[in-house]
T-cell receptor, first 115, second 112 residues
């Protein structure tokens, strides 16, 4: 069975600084997807960034980038130039492209951006 | 199109009552998912529809839970004889290909 582990329950960063959120996963599959979702307080889940396992190049979306280490089964999220609006719960998620494509989530990291 | 919508946003019910939630997916998204999120946890998969067919149900979905998606459009999730352990956020997501899922705002259920 696939599992996703986020070992940092809470993190804090100063505005304009850089922060890295950690995620590890376990799977025996070779083709899969990894995602970071953001869930602001009392607001809905938003997709931040995705990575296909077959791609060696790390995904980047504006201030958000990932460090995907397939052999180590590690998938960290780097947020550059942190903004107050980045304050949220961040979930790492795994998706195996089988018939259902259900997401398996970690327990989340609560990120607080301090002014 | 404004994304996935869910109704109601909040529901408070007494133990033993039945509740029903509705999810309206993004137009033309043939895949629809229900997840449950308890406090301090990530969402957990409950069930999946492709068009009107319910193709997978999690073991988390006890006999008291039933979901439908008539005509492959909106979906409903019903919980019968609610228990305090059912208190959670119920999230709906829709997708075209399955690999990118778009979430609704959720329905927060409180069972007293």
């Amino acid at each position: 069975a696939q599992t996703v582990t986020q070992s940092q329950p809470e993190m804090s960063v100063q505005e304009a600084e850089t922060v890295t959120l950690s995620c590890t996963y376990d799977t025996s599959e070779n083709n899969y997807y990894l995602f970071w979702y953001k869930q602001p307080p009392s607001r809905q889940m938003i997709l931040v960034i995705r990575q296909e396992a077959y791609k060696q190049q790390n995904a980047t979306e504006n201030r958000f980038s990932v460090n995907f280490q397939k052999a180590a089964k590690s998938f960290s999220l780097k947020i550059s130039d942190s903004q107050l609006g980045d304050t949220a719960m961040y979930f790492c998620a795994f998706l195996y492209g089988g018939a259902t494509n259900k997401l398996i989530f970690g327990t989340g990291t609560l990120l607080a951006v301090q002014p | 199109d404004t994304g996935v919508s869910q109704d109601p946003r909040h529901k408070i019910t007494k133990r033993g009552q039945n509740v029903t939630f509705r999810c309206d997916p993004i137009s033309e998204h043939n895949r629809l998912y229900w997840y449950r999120q308890t406090l301090g946890q990530g969402p957990e998969f409950l069930t999946y529809f492709q068009n009107e067919a319910q193709l997978e149900k999690s073991r988390l979905l006890s006999d008291r839970f039933s979901a439908e998606r008539p005509k492959g459009s909106f979906s409903t999730l019903e919980i019968q004889r609610t228990e305090q352990g059912d208190s959670a956020m119920y999230l709906c997501a829709s997708s075209v290909t399955g690999d990118e899922q778009y979430f609704g705002p959720g329905t927060r259920l409180t069972v007293t």
